[in-house]
T-cell receptor
């Protein structure tokens, strides 16, 4: 089983809909992150959390919200999806000074 | 402005050949630099990490170099294999309060038989 699991893997939806992307991890890491990846650009940080009670905005948090339901779960919500939020979304975890461990992504298309 | 630039954007090589990917950065103050490999349809996976005092680090057929003075890093792949076909992402972190990690856009490598 994967250490970092993202659901769904693919999602197509319409403008204005509310969408939730979920991430769960079995690595026991406190730190969790949400990124988006667009063609020709590096991954950009949306939100990050260093523990259950700690939520921080990244560089592109507008239009997104997150919830850290437990150490192992970190969900990303788009309250009212718009087409320019079409992208590949990645969740990652990190323990101490180690590398980030990424899920396999959610491909989101907003029509 | 903190930036990470990678070159080339894409590269095609024949199986068995060597190649070198480049990363230039302006992230400051520098903490560490990592190279990740991202297979199609998968998340990135860490290959190496380099700190200020390190100038070479190997992981199997992958060798990363770092020149902190010129703010350049390279990833050299030896005796390429078809499974090396992937995107290679350079990631630089700053040693500053808060969280500051900048991802390059990646180099897309195609290894042909």
């Amino acid at each position: 089983d994967a250490d970092v699991t993202q659901t769904p893997r693919n999602r197509i939806t319409k403008t204005g809909k509310r969408i939730m992307l979920e991430c769960s991890q079995t690595k026991g890491h406190d730190r969790m992150y949400w990124y988006r990846q667009d063609p020709g650009l590096g991954l950009r940080l949306i939100y990050y959390s260093f523990d259950v009670k700690d939520i921080n905005k990244g560089e592109i948090s507008d239009g997104y919200s997150v919830s850290r339901q437990a150490q192992a779960k970190f969900s990303l919500s788009l309250e009212s999806a718009i087409p320019n939020q079409t992208a590949l979304y990645f969740c990652a975890t990190r323990g101490g000074d180690g590398p980030q461990h990424f899920g396999d992504g959610t491909r989101l298309s907003i029509l | 402005k903190n930036q990470v630039e990678q070159s080339p954007q894409s590269l095609i090589i024949l199986e068995g050949k060597n190649c070198t990917l480049q990363c230039n950065y302006t992230v400051s103050p520098f903490s560490n630099l990592r190279w990740y490999k991202q297979d199609t349809g998968r998340g990135p996976v860490s290959l190496t990490i380099m700190t200020f005092s390190e100038n070479t680090k190997s992981n199997g057929r992958y060798t990363a170099t770092l020149d902190a003075d010129t703010k350049q890093s390279s990833l050299h792949i030896t005796a390429s294999q078809l499974s090396d076909s992937a995107s290679y992402i350079c990631v630089v972190s700053a040693s500053t309060g808060g969280f500051k990690t900048i991802f390059g856009a990646g180099t897309r490598l195609f290894v042909k038989a």
